[in-house]
């Protein structure tokens, strides 16, 4: 099943959420989240920096990764980005791929 990392930062009406909610319980709805897409979280890690928190899921599809994130950006409490995740083996099968490219002015 295919991962895709989360990246996403509280805004000030989310982190006032967390304040009330407790890290766990948020854990638990991102949990519900991936299960309701029918995929799992596989990890779930509060963080400093650039990012207040930081997920990996499995999904089965990038449209199911793109639901999460619509409906999770939509609400307003969290800035949210969404990467695709590759294994080495899929980066080997991009290596074996032909792939034609002029770069400019070239």
Not at 69 to 87: F, Q
């Amino acid at each position: 099943m295919p991962k895709y990392l989360y990246q996403a930062s509280y805004t000030a009406e989310g982190a006032a959420g967390l304040l009330d909610e407790g890290g766990a319980s948020r854990r638990q709805v991102f949990a519900d989240l991936a299960a309701e897409q029918g995929g799992s979280l596989e990890a779930f890690y509060y963080a400093f920096g650039s990012s207040d928190l930081v997920m990996i899921v499995d999904l089965p599809d990038a449209v199911s990764a793109a639901a999460i994130s619509l409906a999770v950006g939509a609400r307003g409490a969290i800035r949210i980005n969404t990467v695709p995740l590759l294994t080495a083996e899929d980066v080997d099968a991009a290596v074996a791929k032909t792939v034609t490219y002029r770069a400019p002015g070239a």
